[in-house]
């Protein structure tokens, strides 16, 4: 899985909709969405409120392939806060 990070929720949407579109997914009661965009939310990260998509590099839903490749990072674990438990 690769990932493309977006500086607006609107931009995000618009790229899940351009990859639903080439993949021919139709939306249905089965099927919603190609993938939800999410917030980078860790403030501490110099990408925070930027969005990230998923895009897939292998499979059904490949779609690594509509995209420049230098726009497709992999993922940051340090992109969300982690939940610690307290002792």
Do not use: R
């Not at 993949?23 to 009661?29: A, C, D, G, I, R």
């Not at 939800?36 to 998923?54: K, R």
Request: glycine share 2%.
């Amino acid at each position: 899985m690769k990932y493309i990070i977006s500086q607006s929720l609107t931009h995000a949407l618009s790229t899940i909709c351009y990859v639903e579109s080439n993949l021919s997914l139709v939306k249905n009661k089965h099927v919603t969405t190609y993938a939800e965009p999410e917030m980078i939310s860790n403030i501490s990260h110099e990408l925070s409120g930027h969005y990230v998509i998923p895009i897939a590099d292998s499979g059904w839903l490949k779609c690594d392939q509509l995209f420049d490749s230098q726009l497709l990072v992999d993922q940051d674990f340090t992109w969300f806060d982690t939940i610690s438990a307290s002792d």
